[in-house]
């Protein structure tokens, strides 16, 4: 069993609905932090927040400054900043320059989260129409963590997960249907 | 990636002393993640090659340490910023203020000034820009001359008009610019009213008792500890019954100072109880 204690998920286009598929599915005493990082509009953080909360018994909230990070928690980062990952496992927000047009950036996530968690770390990359995360997913690798990503077959938009197969040596490919198993034998 | 092994964490602490004892910059109280993540950035940018050199560069160039402080903090910015929060400022904050004889505000942290001409717009529109003074501050001289001058790239008017709208702002927005060239320059009147002073949160100390201090955005770049005396300087530099505004992601509870504060509904607004409150 792959060793977890933080899991990162990021998406862009089309990965709401995998969510919505994959958090029901989840056990309830999952082990570790689940980080999602998710593109989309300013301003509509409380609405995404409820939306995956009614997807699953696990508390899901939207991340406050230099809060701690918990086990069995799944966390969305706000819309409009840039989520970082403190040594001394809080979280940071940074409201610094977009990175690939967005803010919040995936790559930023992962690399942050890389440094911190090194092999402990699974990074998973859903649909998307840009390349954000493929960098992070790279970085992830070198620091001897673990990154899958959705099946560009089942996504929606498949040009993120097929990016980051092309670019970034990853280790899994999942349909959809995999993906909750996955998590659940994360430990 | 040579993006995370370009300077490592101990690095970074040797480079903050450096500042410190060198220049007087304290960055101690500085989130790690993100300063150490604009380390790397600058580092790349300036296509920098080794630590060495780069500390030396830092340490021994007083230009090259402008360019540093200006691009290890974050001057990210935009007029309007957050609409809902101007419009609690425009409908629920300042129209309380506008009893007074005189308004005076403090924006920490400034940056490149876009907040301020924001500023200045609304208390323009509600009347109060001649009975108010606007102190906006920054630990950059940079961005703090860009801000004076009030101009800003013509390409962001269409997202700041529309901010502005959604702002409860009534007015054509481009009446408050011409454009020159690539840039919009604001209206002079409305810098009447502005005073721009660099102002370092980590060593400076209040300088004046303000009705209302605006701080977005700055504070979750530091770590709790230095979070708590900036809140306190604050606290120090608010009237009772002023108003402190703080980034949308960012709070007062947990600090020494929050039991003195209730929080306006819905946005990032508190107002200082008065002694009798208590």
């Known amino acids: 069993m792959k060793t977890c204690k933080a899991l990162i998920i990021g998406g862009s286009a089309g990965s709401l609905d995998v969510l919505f598929k994959v958090l029901p599915a989840l056990r309830i005493d999952i082990p570790f932090p689940i980080i999602i990082v998710l593109h989309r509009k300013q301003g509509t953080d409380s609405l995404l927040s409820g939306l995956l909360s009614s997807k699953t018994a696990l508390i899901v909230k939207e991340i406050e400054e230099k809060e701690n990070i918990l086990s069995g928690t799944i966390y969305v980062v706000p819309s409009d900043y840039h989520l970082l990952i403190e040594k001394d496992l809080t979280f940071s927000l940074d409201y610094s320059e977009k990175v690939n047009y967005s803010r919040p950036s995936i790559d930023v996530t992962f690399q942050s989260a890389a440094e911190i968690y090194s092999d402990d770390l699974v990074c998973l990359l859903l649909s998307g129409s840009n390349a954000d995360g493929v960098n992070g997913l790279i970085t992830v690798k070198n620091y001897g963590g673990e990154t899958a990503v959705q099946d560009p077959v089942t996504a929606q938009v498949e040009y993120m997960p097929a990016q980051a197969i092309l670019r970034a040596n990853v280790d899994r490919v999942l349909k959809i249907e995999e993906i909750a198993d996955y998590i659940n034998l994360l430990g | ?278």
């Open chain 2, 1 to 278: 990636m040579p993006y995370s092994a370009a300077i490592n964490d101990e690095q970074v602490e040797v480079l903050i002393t450096d500042v410190l004892e060198q220049y007087g910059y304290d960055f101690t109280g500085y989130s790690r993640a993100s300063l150490k993540r604009r380390l790397l950035r600058l580092f790349g940018l300036d296509k920098q090659v080794s630590f060495a050199e780069f500390r030396y560069k830092i340490g021994n160039d007083s230009t090259y340490f402008k360019r540093f402080v200006e691009q290890i903090t974050v001057n990210v910015t935009e007029m309007f910023r957050d609409p809902a929060f101007y419009k609690a400022l425009r409908e629920k904050v300042l129209p309380k203020l506008g009893t007074y004889p005189f308004i005076r505000i403090w924006l920490a942290g400034c940056s490149t000034g876009e907040e301020v001409y924001s500023m200045a717009i609304v208390l323009k529109e509600l009347n109060l820009l001649h009975k108010s003074l606007i102190y906006a501050t920054d630990i950059n001289p940079t961005v703090l001359e860009k801000a004076a001058q009030g101009m800003f790239p013509l390409s962001q008017m269409k997202q700041y008009s529309e901010n502005y709208i959604a702002s409860g702002g009534t007015k054509d927005f481009s009446s408050y610019y011409s454009a020159n060239y690539s840039l919009a320059k604001f209206d002079n009147e409305l810098k009447t009213k502005m005073i721009f002073s660099t102002h370092n949160l980590v060593s400076d100390h209040s300088f004046n008792e303000f009705q209302l201090i605006l701080c977005r955005n700055v504070l979750i770049y530091f770590d709790r500890d230095l979070q708590f005396k900036v809140l306190q300087l604050f606290d120090n530099s608010l009237e009772n019954l002023g108003y402190l505004a703080l980034g949308t992601k960012e709070t007062t509870d947990f600090s020494p100072i929050s039991k003195r504060y209730k929080r306006l509904e819905t946005e990032k607004i508190w107002r200082k109880l008065s002694d009798e409150n208590l």
